[in-house]
């Protein structure tokens, strides 16, 4: 239970209720893309593409007035593929379109206005000399996506007893519960660690004004996690099964919101 100690920092934890994933739906189109991608690519209908690829997606969004987002608009899809060099730009942004964005992009929040930019990139020594690694690992991809708060500290690369991983998707599961209970429509929530303590010196939440819609405050749901969860790296790791084979499986398409496969920490907790 006191492994862990020595280590410190402040990881952060989101979900919303607006996906079925309480995933922020901009981060499930972008990561849907990618691996929509790299499926055309394996099964060879994109045999040109090569294995690298990036994706984003900026939406646009209605707030409630109880503080809640609503997806209304997908603005610009990005997607920037490396590819051989003897194919053309033009068929490369065909093969996008109909095999990658199409299939995934929901028609119903896509227009005549959504801006698409589909680019291939030719790189003869390959991104993947250049990309990949702990340092090629950007965490923003890897957690939400540029929503809520960021720790800054990546987690592909760490064991499970470094609080940036372990406590990250503990941090996850804390707000994907919070939401899943219905105290609230969104929220962050927030640990801070210190090296003379494995516990958490610090748990806030903000659910940005969600609460009050659903009669909590931000404070009774803090309280209501500290009640429930234990932070520590050490029962993370046990409760969590982080010492299981897993961490591979999460080295593309990101470590949270997953549906491909079974995560601990997706699992809503019952709390009291």
């Not at 209908?45 to 608009?73: D, F, H, N």
């Not at 095999?99 to 959504?114: I, Q, Y």
């Not at 690992?137 to 592909?156: E, F, I, L």
């Amino acid at each position: 239970e006191d492994v862990g100690l020595g280590d410190m920092g402040m990881v952060v934890g989101y979900a919303t209720d607006e996906s079925p994933s309480m995933m922020p739906v901009s981060h499930v189109l972008a990561s849907k893309l990618c691996m929509q991608l790299d499926r055309m690519r394996r099964e060879g209908t994109l045999s040109w593409a090569r294995p690298s690829g990036r994706a984003q997606v900026t939406v646009e969004y209605r707030e409630t007035p109880e503080g809640a987002v609503v997806p209304v608009q997908v603005r610009t899809v990005v997607l920037s593929v490396q590819q051989s060099v003897e194919v053309k730009a033009d068929q490369v942004e065909k093969d996008l379109m109909e095999h990658v964005v199409k299939p995934v992009m929901p028609a119903e929040l896509c227009d005549s206005s959504t801006v698409y930019s589909l680019l291939g990139c030719k790189h003869t020594s390959g991104v993947l000399h250049t990309d990949t690694g702990l340092a090629g690992r950007k965490s923003v991809a890897d957690t939400y996506g540029g929503w809520g708060s960021n720790g800054g500290q990546p987690m592909s690369g760490k064991d499970a007893t470094r609080i940036c991983r372990s406590a990250t998707y503990g941090a996850r599961w804390a707000a994907r519960s919070l939401v899943a209970a219905r105290f609230c429509k969104r929220c962050q929530v927030q640990l801070t660690y210190i090296p003379s303590s494995t516990q958490p010196t610090a748990i806030s939440v903000n659910s940005y004004g969600t609460a009050k819609s659903c009669g909590k405050t931000d404070s009774e749901l803090g309280a209501i996690i500290a009640r429930n969860f234990d932070f520590r790296p050490g029962c993370l790791q046990r409760d969590l099964g982080l010492k299981s084979p897993i961490f591979q499986k999460l080295a593309a398409y990101g470590h949270l919101g997953r549906t491909d496969i079974e995560l601990a920490w997706e699992k809503p907790k019952e709390l009291h």
